[in-house]
C-alpha cells in the first residue's frame, strides 16, 4: 500500500484532475448532468471502504456546485467548481490511477485525490458553509449512500 502512496504524487494527482476539467466544464452548465453524476456517485460511495469520514465533505462540496449551477451561489473562483466536479468525475470513473477493482487498494487514489483536492479548496468551501449559515440554509452533513 505504502509504494502505491508514493506512486500518487502531486504531478499524477493534477493530471488526473486535468484529464476530467473539460467534462467537469460541461457538467457545470446541465443540472441533469450534474444529478446523474451526483447518482452515480451515491452508488460508487457504497462501495468506498472507509469513505465515512469524508461523506459531510464530499455532500458539502456537491451542495456548493448545486448551489453554483443554480446560481444562488457564484462568490467563488470557476477553478474551485471544476476541481470539485473534475473531481466527483474521478471517483466515479472506472479508469484511475490505481484500478479500482484491485482487492484492499483500488480505491486509495480516490481518497487520496479527494483528500488532496479538498485541502486545495479548504478555504472555499469554508467560505460556503459560512454563506449557507447566515442565510439560513441548512448545513449538509450527510449524503444518501
Not at 490511477?97 to 485525490?113: E, R, S, T, V
Request: hydrophobic share 35%; with cysteine.
Amino acid at each position: 500500500m505504502k509504494k502505491e502512496n508514493e506512486n500518487l504524487t502531486d504531478q499524477k494527482l493534477r493530471k488526473a484532475l486535468e484529464t476530467n476539467s473539460e467534462e467537469a466544464r460541461s457538467t457545470i452548465y446541465d443540472e441533469d448532468k450534474f444529478e446523474r453524476l451526483v447518482q452515480r456517485l451515491e452508488k460508487k460511495l457504497k462501495l468506498i471502504p472507509h469513505i465515512g469520514e469524508y461523506i459531510s465533505d464530499i455532500a458539502c462540496m456537491v451542495s456548493l456546485v448545486r448551489s453554483y449551477i443554480k446560481k444562488e451561489y457564484t462568490d467563488i473562483p470557476i477553478g474551485t467548481i471544476i476541481s470539485i466536479v473534475s473531481t466527483l468525475i474521478y471517483i466515479v470513473s472506472p479508469i484511475d490511477l490505481i484500478p479500482d477493482p484491485i482487492p484492499g487498494i483500488g480505491y486509495i487514489d480516490d481518497i487520496i485525490l479527494f483528500g488532496w483536492v479538498l485541502k486545495s479548496i479548504h478555504s472555499d468551501v469554508e467560505e460556503y458553509k459560512k454563506w449557507r449559515v447566515d442565510n439560513g440554509k441548512q448545513i449538509i452533513q450527510e449524503f444518501n449512500i
